[in-house]
């Protein structure tokens, strides 16, 4: 299951990350927002991240205008990890090295369709553990 949020800025976005998930046939849990009304994005953020940080859900995408706020708020839930991205490689490497296990991305900064792209490599790249894992430990570690 993969937790999905937005604020109203990038509303439009998280619908098309719906579609795409819907027509790869993968299950989410959309914890909004759910119209273009101002609202704050850590509140939506923060939701999703507890859901990934508790097991609710495996994985985590939360958006907003620059995918910089959210993924502050994600962030300040323990246990998660989440990576700003906007191109393929740091989507790669943030799993194979960081084990991230939410991302974020700008509605006004990142195209649709580099965006689907960026969601597939995530969800579709496994950590690769090793050296990498003392990494994620020390990370871990500083939650403490």
């Known amino acids: ?16 990350i719906k579609a795409h ?7 989410y849990k959309d914890f909004g927002t759910y119209t273009k009304d101002s609202c704050d994005y850590p509140d939506f953020g923060a939701a999703a991240a507890r859901a990934v940080a508790s097991g609710e859900c495996e ?3 939360v958006c907003c205008t620059t995918g910089i706020g959210i993924s502050i708020a994600a962030n300040k839930i323990k246990g998660v990890r989440c990576a700003l991205l906007h191109d393929h490689m740091s989507a ?3 799993r ?18 580099m965006a689907m792209e960026i969601i597939d490599i995530f969800l579709n790249t496994a950590f690769e553990g090793g050296r990498h894992q003392r990494r994620v430990d020390k990370l871990a570690a500083l939650e403490e």
């Open 1 to 16: 299951m993969i937790a999905l949020a937005c604020d109203h800025s990038a509303l439009e976005l998280k619908e098309a």
């Open 21 to 27: 998930l819907d027509a790869k046939g993968l299950a």
């Open 59 to 61: 994985k985590g995408i």
């Open 92 to 94: 790669r490497l943030t």
């Open 96 to 113: 194979q090295h960081n084990d991230a296990n939410m991302m974020a991305l700008g509605a006004a900064i990142t195209p649709p369709k």
